[in-house]
């Protein structure tokens, strides 16, 4: 007779464990988990006892998708990941396989891959600030933040064409370079954020009932965040100083002066002082980084993975044959596999590739940091109260597109 199969460790419930608690479901119907997540909790009046996260509630078929398809065509499936920094994205995707290629990138294209990830840092950290804020009622500082942020979205679709999903990034360098008086624009956008989030720290800061809202709500212990894996900066409020960009530099990154802002106790008011902290750090790199900026082409003359010039794909047969098959057949990336990872918005982005020395990939693998993360969540949402339970899972940033599988 075959031995009873032990229980794994936190089965999913359907039933409480005293007759007076009630499971509640909260979502994945409702605007405050992002329309794909489903908490179940047991509640005690409105204390949550147990919360059980389930995040699969989004069904692209992300990474297979990804293996019918030319390394080139990937890339509009890599900026739905997290599509509140969709370059970061592209760049760490862009990086791997440049990696398995033996492709170095332009000067050029190396600076300015390292100022728009930092400037999608920024724009996703406006994005998260906001929305916890607004949960809270904080609508004045919704407002401020969110004004920004649609003002990087527009300064980003005057580089890209697009608004959220960029596909800006290219296997061996960018789709473009920077059109004219876009630097101007940048400086102008970079005063009025220090303009306006010097007003957002001025309303909540010090504000009490923030505080109260927030101090010691939601906290994560070093040792576990590191146990369940987390990085970026719910790790960086338990006072981990762990920042990939500093610790494995990439890009240009090694070059820069920067801090790694870190938290006390891993509380819902340390991971909202991280990000405002990080965004003031990602300004100050972006400043270095146009005066570093060097000119030049942004992509490599490389037949292998760089289209030719249109003018000359209609004057010489050779550059029309060599964009027809870079087109059809997409880049032939060596033989191999590879894991590279970027420090992203929300943490350890990496992508782990498998090349069998074809126009396609054969394994693509994607460590979120969102799909990771809600792993632990029930950690920082378990013994607080239900209305905590909002703004809490709104500073642990989860992004769907991230935690489809």
Same mark, same amino acid.
């Given at each position: 007779?075959?031995?009873?199969?032990?229980?794994?460790?936190?089965?999913?419930?359907?039933?409480?464990?005293?007759?007076?608690?009630?499971?509640?479901?909260?979502?994945?119907?409702?605007?405050?988990?992002?329309?794909?997540?489903?908490?179940?909790?047991?509640?005690?009046?409105?204390?949550?006892?147990?919360?059980?996260?389930?995040?699969?509630?989004?069904?692209?078929?992300?990474?297979?998708?990804?293996?019918?398809?030319?390394?080139?065509?990937?890339?509009?499936?890599?900026?739905?990941?997290?599509?509140?920094?969709?370059?970061?994205?592209?760049?760490? =995707?862009?990086?791997? +396989?440049? #990696?398995?290629? !033996?492709?170095?990138?332009?000067? &050029?294209?190396?600076?300015? *891959? %390292?100022?728009?990830?930092?400037?999608?840092?920024?724009?996703?950290?406006?994005?998260?600030?906001?929305?916890?804020?607004?949960?809270?009622?904080?609508?004045?500082?919704?407002?401020?933040?969110?004004?920004?942020?649609?003002?990087?979205?527009?300064?980003?679709?005057?580089?890209?064409?697009?608004?959220?999903?960029?596909?800006?990034?290219?296997?061996?360098?960018?789709?473009?370079?920077?059109?004219?008086?876009?630097?101007?624009?940048?400086?102008?956008?970079?005063?009025? =954020?220090?303009?306006? +989030?010097? #007003?957002?720290? !001025?309303?909540?800061?010090?504000? &009490?009932?923030?505080?109260? *809202? %927030?101090?010691?709500?939601?906290?994560?212990?070093?040792?576990?965040?590191?146990?369940?894996?987390?990085?970026?900066?719910?790790?960086?409020?338990?006072?981990?100083?762990?920042?990939?960009?500093?610790?494995?530099?990439?890009?240009?990154?090694?070059?820069?002066?920067?801090?790694?802002p870190v938290g006390i106790k891993g509380d819902n008011y340390d991971r909202y002082y991280v990000r405002m902290r990080e965004?003031?750090?990602?300004?100050?790199?972006?400043?270095?980084?146009?005066?570093?900026?060097?000119?030049?082409?942004?992509?490599?003359?490389?037949?292998?993975?760089?289209?030719?010039?249109?003018?000359?794909?209609?004057?010489?047969?050779?550059?029309?044959?060599?964009?027809?098959?870079?087109?059809?057949?997409?880049?032939?990336?060596?033989?191999?596999?590879?894991?590279?990872?970027?420090?992203?918005?929300?943490?350890?982005?990496?992508?782990?590739?498998?090349?069998?020395?074809?126009?396609?990939?054969?394994?693509?693998?994607?460590?979120?940091?969102?799909?990771?993360?809600?792993?632990?969540?029930?950690?920082?949402?378990?013994?607080?109260?239900?209305?905590?339970?909002?703004?809490?899972?709104?500073?642990?940033?989860?992004?769907?597109?991230?935690?489809?599988?």
């Amino acid at each position: 007779m075959n031995a009873p199969i032990a229980n794994p460790v936190r089965p999913a419930f359907d039933r409480t464990l005293r007759e007076d608690t009630v499971i509640v479901s909260i979502g994945p119907s409702h605007p405050a988990t992002h329309g794909t997540i489903q908490i179940f909790t047991e509640l005690d009046g409105e204390r949550v006892v147990r919360a059980d996260v389930h995040c699969g509630y989004l069904h692209r078929g992300f990474e297979k998708e990804c293996e019918d398809h030319t390394w080139h065509n990937l890339i509009p499936y890599v900026d739905r990941l997290n599509y509140c920094s969709a370059l970061v994205n592209d760049f760490a =995707y862009c990086d791997a +396989v440049e #990696r398995l290629m !033996g492709i170095e990138i332009t000067p &050029r294209c190396r600076y300015l *891959r %390292t100022l728009l990830s930092e400037y999608s840092r920024v724009a996703d950290h406006l994005t998260c600030v906001a929305a916890s804020l607004m949960e809270l009622g904080a609508m004045t500082a919704f407002l401020y933040l969110v004004m920004l942020r649609d003002w990087i979205y527009e300064h980003l679709a005057d580089l890209t064409g697009a608004r959220v999903t960029y596909t800006y990034g290219r296997i061996g360098g960018l789709a473009r370079d920077l059109p004219e008086g876009w630097l101007a624009r940048l400086h102008e956008i970079l005063a009025k =954020y220090e303009e306006f +989030v010097a #007003r957002v720290h !001025g309303l909540m800061d010090r504000n &009490r009932i923030f505080i109260e *809202r %927030t101090r010691d709500v939601g906290v994560i212990s070093a040792a576990d965040a590191i146990n369940w894996g987390y990085t970026g900066p719910i790790l960086r409020s338990t006072g981990v100083a762990r920042d990939l960009r500093r610790d494995t530099p990439y890009l240009a990154y090694a070059e820069l002066d920067f801090e790694v802002p870190v938290g006390i106790k891993g509380d819902n008011y340390d991971r909202y002082y991280v990000r405002m902290r990080e965004m003031d750090e990602s300004v100050h790199m972006i400043r270095q980084l146009v005066e570093m900026l060097p000119d030049g082409p942004v992509s490599v003359d490389d037949r292998r993975c760089t289209l030719p010039d249109k003018r000359l794909v209609y004057t010489e047969i050779e550059s029309l044959i060599n964009h027809f098959k870079l087109v059809t057949d997409g880049p032939q990336v060596p033989a191999g596999e590879i894991y590279v990872a970027h420090e992203s918005p929300n943490g350890e982005l990496g992508f782990y590739l498998v090349s069998t020395g074809g126009g396609t990939p054969w394994k693509v693998h994607v460590r979120a940091p969102s799909f990771v993360h809600m792993g632990g969540a029930h950690l920082m949402l378990e013994g607080y109260q239900l209305a905590d339970l909002i703004p809490t899972f709104g500073s642990i940033n989860m992004i769907g597109g991230e935690c489809d599988r």
